[in-house]
C-alpha cells in the first residue's frame, strides 16, 4: 500500500478532513513507529579513524534523523567482526584501540582515542523528517500479515 492509497483511504472515512492533517498525523504516527519498533535501519557511511582522534560526524541519510547508533564493528582481516561496546556517557582515556562509543545523535566518540588508522561499519536506526523518505515497502496492509 502507498502513502497515496493510504492517505486516500482515510480520506474516504474521514469526509472534510483536511489532508495537510492527515499527512501530519500519517507522519507522527510513522515517526512513533521507527522509534518504537526499529523499523528503519540502515548502514551509514564507515568512520575511517585518524590516530589521535576520538570525536567523529555522523551524516544521516537524506529526509531522516539519526535517533540511535544500532552497531559498530571492524571488519577483520581474515573474515569475522570486532564489534565495539556501547557506553552510556562519553569518558575520557588513554589512547589505543577503539574498545567503546558514545554518540549525541550527531557525531560518534571512540574510547580509548585511537592511535591506529581503523574503518569502523555504522548501523543506525533512522526516523523519517517527511513522508517522502519513508520506504513504501515497509508499509503493509493488514491482510498480507
Same mark, same amino acid.
Given at each position: 500500500m502507498t502513502l497515496e492509497e493510504l492517505r486516500n483511504d482515510l480520506l474516504a472515512e474521514m469526509n472534510g478532513c483536511p489532508v495537510p492533517a492527515i499527512d501530519r498525523a500519517l +507522519?507522527? *504516527?510513522t515517526q512513533d513507529a521507527c522509534r518504537d519498533a526499529t523499523l528503519l535501519t540502515q548502514d551509514l557511511t564507515a568512520i575511517n579513524t585518524v590516530a589521535g582522534t576520538s570525536s567523529y560526524a555522523l551524516t544521516a541519510p537524506a529526509n531522516t534523523y539519526i535517533l540511535r547508533i544500532n552497531k559498530m564493528h571492524e571488519t577483520l582481516v581474515g573474515g569475522g567482526a570486532?564489534? +565495539? *561496546?556501547p557506553s552510556p556517557v562519553m569518558t575520557q /582515556?588513554?589512547?589505543? *584501540?577503539?574498545?567503546?562509543?558514545? *554518540? /549525541?545523535? +550527531?557525531?560518534v566518540f571512540l574510547n580509548p582515542v585511537p592511535d591506529a588508522v581503523k574503518t569502523y561499519n555504522v548501523s543506525a536506526v533512522l526516523v523519517p523528517k517527511t513522508l517522502a523518505g519513508f520506504p513504501v515497502n +515497509?508499509?503493509?496492509?493488514?491482510?498480507s500479515l
Open positions: +507522519l507522527q *504516527t570486532k564489534h +565495539l *561496546t /582515556d588513554r589512547s589505543g *584501540t577503539a574498545e567503546y562509543f558514545w *554518540t /549525541d545523535g +550527531l557525531s +515497509l508499509i503493509v496492509r493488514e491482510s
